[in-house]
């Protein structure tokens, strides 16, 4: 039987939790041929099967990245997509391969960053997290941190304090002189007590 038949599309679900159980399911097997089955169909007419598709190849790749690293360059090339919802769903899976396909996903750092620079907030979050992953790698921690510094000073006030967290915790001396200057200077954009005790607490940490 088509895995398509187990998607929340062909249940007539609206939740997403008949692709989650589908995912597990998966993941359980390792059922490969599913898992190509889904990949073939994110370009499928039926936009909702796309949808699908991607939901459930994402939830799989945060369970076991290994089943779905073979197609980083899938992902990459959805990218590109003109639909917003693939897009974040395929930024959402190369960050759960990130720590597996580096050399791929390094090697396509400008789409992915171009993709964060245009996207919506999940997919510039998601776009964080893959160049933290990439910065506590030694050969790309420069180019990944010069991006991730230029990232933080356009985040959004929201997501400011989670990506100065994250960032700190690969920060390096070349690069920390900059990060405590962009912390300090977006400090003062903040009345929010909450939101400020956590930059303060990078801040502190950093001076350690």
Known sequence: MSILKQL???????DEIPNQELAEKIVKKEDITAIKELVENLYNKDK???YDCIKVLYEIGERNP???AKY???FIDLLENK?????WGAMHALDFIADINQKAIYANLV???DAADKGSVITKDHGVKILVKLAAVRQYADDALTLSLEQLK???SNQFPSYAESIATVINEKFKVEFVKILQVRLKEYEQESKRKRIEKVLKKLHK
């Open 8 to 14: 929340a599309t062909f249940l007539n679900r609206r």
């Open 48 to 50: 909702n099967i796309q």
């Open 66 to 68: 290994k089943l779905i």
């Open 72 to 74: 980083d360059q899938v």
């Open 83 to 87: 639909n917003n919802r693939m897009i």
């Open 111 to 113: 789409k992915i960053i």
């Open 154 to 156: 356009m985040a959004p």
